[in-house]
């Protein structure tokens, strides 16, 4: 069953604007991790946050986390061409912690 | 270098001709996993390993194996390819594999066409 839902799809923005992109899951989760991938490459590991943070940062990115609402968010500040990529979160669920759920994936283009 | 290589990275076979995709991680990690992308569904876990000797099914397992004999290997077989396994996989490996907080390094994929 797909636990991670991003929002949007698909995100086409200019270079040097903020992208914002969004992942709503269903259950209880140890920590929900965010990927980037280039077209039809492996995926490369961003960020990791535990259930018990609330935002974390790493260079231009910055996750938040709402677990009571069940829901995260990747902000890519100061966007640059080579940011084009599917984005995707991945929770690990309480129940099941073994797997990796991964979401759909949002598809982000940046235009120069 | 850190990784985790995949063999062979593209593959066209035909219906019913066994095969295996081949997955090796330099890391010493325990946990690897094999996953599935297709268009729309995101990447689905197949099979995932704790250890050596300890495998499990993931979310769509049917018409796969696996098998991890030894910590570094853990190959893909698929008895009898069809149509429907048609799909970009990947092989991940992470040093745990538990809710303790761990992040997964992926294979460069392997892209299967099933005639």
């Known amino acids: 069953s797909q636990q991670g839902e991003e929002d949007p799809q698909a995100l086409s923005i200019q270079e040097g604007e903020n992208a914002t992109m969004n992942c709503s899951y269903k259950t209880s989760i140890n920590n929900l991790q965010w990927y980037r991938q280039n077209s039809g490459r492996g995926l490369v590991h961003l960020i990791l946050i535990r259930s018990n943070e609330r935002e974390k940062h790493s260079g231009r990115l910055r996750v938040t986390l709402d677990t009571s609402k069940k829901s995260s968010s990747l902000l890519i500040t100061a966007s640059r061409a080579a940011d084009t990529a599917s984005y995707f979160c991945?929770?690990?669920?309480?129940?099941?912690?073994?797997?990796?759920?991964f979401g759909q994936g949002t598809r982000l283009t940046i235009n120069p | 270098e850190a990784q985790v290589t995949q063999n062979p990275r593209y593959l066209i076979t035909v219906t019913g001709k066994k095969l295996t995709v081949t997955c090796s991680q330099n890391?010493?990690?325990?946990?690897m996993s094999w996953y599935r992308q297709d268009p729309g569904l995101g990447l689905r876990q197949i099979y995932y390993s704790m250890n050596v000797e300890a495998t499990d099914k993931g979310d769509v397992p049917e018409g796969y194996k696996v098998s991890r004999k030894e910590k570094r290997n853990f190959p893909l077989i698929l008895e009898s390819p069809s149509p429907n396994q048609t799909s970009l996989y990947f092989c991940a490996s992470s040093l745990l594999g538990g809710g303790g907080g761990d992040t997964q390094y992926f294979g460069p994929g392997t892209r299967l066409t099933v005639l």
């Open positions: 890391m010493n990690h325990e946990y």
């Open positions: 991945a929770t690990r669920p309480i129940q099941g912690a073994q797997k990796l759920v």
